[in-house]
């Protein structure tokens, strides 16, 4: 029921120019301005404005809609330098882009040119909606109802952490059409929700880091979503509508730990070139040498992984298991490289004037998003055993 994933390429030159113009705008947009939005909490409108221009908004819309149309592996990259300096931000478009690929993975034509373009452009911005206070890990044991009423279905329940909630003004909304349908998955249904009356937008959810993008909690009362709006027009496909961008999601969260991972080994060799105890850099100290090295070689080998399994997604191959592995690593080689990177800075690493406490607020949510590092391990376990069956 899904078309098949189009092949996709970039040319080498045009590749480096794109990653240029997003380096030249991190270096003088985004990097100045972080610890002020930061620790303000506040949105960044502003940087919404040029994230429009740089075309991120449709970084993985076909051009057919107005998007950039990029390979998993460019997408990656971009990711990656936009994290090594703030991660928050890449949550603007990456849940966006999550939405617009369940569209054009499953949607109809008509939803395709209804929603696409104006997703591509950023005139629609949005997220994705599956977890609810009760069922997150657990996807198939939401309560959220839609229940048909001629032409429409009523929506009823609650999401919680929506990231693009209050900014954000549509949704991919992950409901059951039939609540006692076994197994559970076939009486799940996704919807294309956008903002209409019976959806009301709880506070905005206060976080220890991945600061300024809002995560909110949604609630559906008597929400009316036309039928048209059922993603590809079916009942009963909603489970595998939303897992089916899994392995993209899975190497997005997988690119934002590689930029924390990398981010804060850059902060910590600077820093240990510059400290001194003892009359020299402590980077000349052992201790601090091992610790250089170990965050090197993890951070090296999380960006490896993450680019073999966009690879590996852009040539159209199975690659969940790649995806799941580079998730796990990379996430981890985040929350480790931030804990080393602060420190390596000492009492300056604990101060909200230096960048590395950001990076070690930031990292955790790496570990808890796409999966979490907990069934992700699970999940790599059961698929490495299927296939390498015992002879
Ligand atoms: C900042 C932020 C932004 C988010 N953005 C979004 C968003 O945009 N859209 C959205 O839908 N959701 C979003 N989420 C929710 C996120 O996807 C869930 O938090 C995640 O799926 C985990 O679910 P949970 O928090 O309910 O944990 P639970 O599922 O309750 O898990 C609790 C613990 O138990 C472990 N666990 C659970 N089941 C098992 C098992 N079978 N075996 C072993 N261990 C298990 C988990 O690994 C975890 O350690 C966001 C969350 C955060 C924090």
């Known amino acids: 029921m899904s078309a098949p994933v189009a092949v996709r390429r970039i040319d080498p030159e045009q590749e480096r120019e794109l990653l240029a113009a997003v380096e030249r705008w991190v270096d003088q947009e985004v990097a100045p301005r972080v610890l002020e939005y930061d620790h303000a909490d506040r949105y960044p409108h502003e940087l919404v404005g040029q994230m429009k221009e740089l075309g991120l908004f449709g970084a993985t819309i076909s051009p057919d809609y107005g998007g950039l149309g990029l390979p998993a592996s460019t997408y990656a990259r971009i990711v990656m330098h936009i994290s090594s300096v703030w991660m928050s931000i ?4 990456n849940s966006h882009l999550m939405l617009a690929l369940a569209i054009e993975k499953f949607g109809t034509d008509v939803q395709k040119r209804e929603w696409l373009a104006k997703l591509a452009s950023g005139e629609v911005r949005g997220g994705l909606a599956l977890t609810e206070p009760d069922a997150g890990t657990d996807l198939q044991g939401i309560r959220m109802t839609a229940r048909r009423d001629g032409d429409h279905y009523v929506i ?7 990231s693009n909630g209050i900014e954000g003004s549509c949704f991919a909304l992950l409901v059951k059409t039939d609540p006692q349908a076994q197994p559970r998955h076939k009486g799940m249904s996704l919807f294309i929700a956008p903002k209409l009356p019976g959806l009301t937008v709880g506070k905005k959810l206060e976080k220890l880091g991945y600061k300024c993008i809002d995560s909110a909690e949604l609630v559906f009362n008597n929400y009316r979503a036309p039928a048209a709006n059922l993603i590809g027009e079916v009942e009963g496909q909603g489970f595998y509508q939303a897992t089916g961008g899994l392995e993209l999601g899975r ?3 997988a690119a934002r730990g590689v930029g924390i991972a990398e981010g804060a080994l850059k902060l910590a060799t600077e820093y240990a070139q510059t400290r001194k105890t003892f009359g020299k850099p402590i980077c000349e100290h052992q201790a601090i040498q091992l610790k250089l090295g170990e965050m090197a070689t993890r951070a090296r ?7 073999d399994a966009a690879n590996a997604f852009d040539c159209g191959e199975r690659c969940d298991l790649q995806a799941g592995m580079a998730k796990y690593f990379a996430s981890e080689a985040a929350l480790e490289n931030a804990t080393e990177s602060m420190r390596i800075h000492g009492a300056y690493g604990y101060s909200k004037e230096y960048h590395i406490e950001r990076l070690f607020r930031d990292a955790p949510l790496t570990c808890i998003g796409e999966g979490t590092n907990e069934m992700q391990r699970i999940i790599i376990a059961r698929q490495w055993i299927k296939r390498n069956p015992a002879v």
Do not use: E, P, S, Y
């Open 156 to 162: 009823n329940g609650t999401k919680t952490w929506i």
């Open 301 to 307: 080998a999380a960006r490896l992984l993450t680019l």
């Open 90 to 93: 890449t949550g603007i478009f």
């Open 251 to 253: 190497i997005n969260v």
